[in-house]
T-cell receptor
C-alpha cells in the first residue's frame, strides 16, 4: 500500500511568487492534516480536513495560505504571495476515519522543503 | 500547544535499551500519549500510543505511570538507525491534530 506522498520534494521560489504544494493521502483516509516546520522551530499544525471539509484551520498563519481538498482526495496548499518567513518543511499526514470517538495514528509524508529567496 | 516536557538530548550505546522519559503532569483522563520520531528530515514516524496501560509493539514499549503524569518510551535494543528526534505528544481527544513539542534528540553510539 502506498504511503502519503507529497509533491514537489523541494521548491525554491522568490519572494512574492506563488507556490502550490500537493499531498496525496493514503487511499481511503478521510482525515488529512497539514503541518510545517520552520527552521529551528517545532513542527506546527496548520489545518485539518475531514474529507473535503475543513475541520480546523486554526493553525493557518495568515490569508496568504489557502488549502483545498477537492473531492476529498488529494489536497493542495497554496502560498500567495510567498514571504521569506514561509520557508520551511511542509508535512502532510493522513489517518482513517474516526471510529467510536477514537482517533487513529497519523501517517506522515516525506514533506516538501520550501525555500523563499 | 504542547503539554509535554522532554530532555533535549540523550545518548545510548548500540545494543542497549534506550529509555526516553516524558512528563505530562497536566494530562486529562481521556487524553492519549503518542510517541513519534523523526529521522533526519523525513516525515514523523508513528511508534506507539497508550492511554493508561503499558503497551508494547514490534518497535517499542510504552510505560505510563499509574497517575499518568509521566511515561517512558523504551527501545529494547537500540541500533544506529534509531538515532532520531523522539516526540512525546498528548493528544486532545476532541481534536485530531498533534501538537509537537521540542522532542528528545537520541543519538545511538556504536
Amino acid at each position: 500500500e502506498a504511503g502519503v506522498t507529497q509533491f514537489p520534494s523541494h521548491s525554491v521560489i522568490e519572494k512574492g511568487q506563488t507556490v502550490t504544494l500537493r499531498c496525496d493521502p493514503i487511499s481511503g483516509h478521510d482525515n488529512l492534516y497539514w503541518y510545517r516546520r520552520v527552521m529551528g522551530k517545532e513542527i506546527k499544525f496548520l489545518l485539518h480536513f475531514v474529507k473535503e471539509s475543513k475541520q480546523d484551520e486554526s493553525g493557518m498563519p495568515n490569508n496568504r495560505f489557502l488549502a483545498e481538498r477537492t473531492g476529498g482526495t488529494y489536497s493542495t496548499l497554496k502560498v500567495q504571495p510567498a514571504e521569506l518567513e514561509d520557508s520551511g518543511v511542509y508535512f502532510c499526514a493522513s489517518s482513517p476515519r474516526r471510529l467510536a470517538g477514537v482517533w487513529n495514528e497519523q501517517f506522515f509524508g516525506p514533506g516538501t522543503r520550501l525555500t523563499v529567496l | 500547544d504542547a503539554k509535554t516536557t522532554q530532555p533535549p538530548s540523550m545518548d545510548c550505546a548500540e545494543g542497549r535499551a534506550a529509555n526516553l522519559p516524558c512528563n505530562h503532569s497536566t494530562i486529562s483522563g481521556n487524553e492519549y500519549v503518542y510517541w513519534y520520531r523523526q529521522i533526519h528530515s523525513q516525515g514523523p514516524q508513528y511508534i506507539i500510543h497508550g492511554l493508561k496501560n503499558n503497551e508494547t509493539n514490534e518497535m517499542a514499549s510504552l510505560i505510563i505511570t499509574e497517575d499518568r503524569k509521566s511515561s517512558t518510551l523504551i527501545l529494547p535494543h537500540a541500533t544506529l538507525r534509531d538515532t532520531a528526534v523522539y516526540y512525546c505528544i498528548v493528544r486532545v481527544p476532541n481534536r485530531g491534530q498533534f501538537y509537537f513539542g521540542t522532542g528528545t534528540s537520541l543519538t545511538v553510539i556504536p
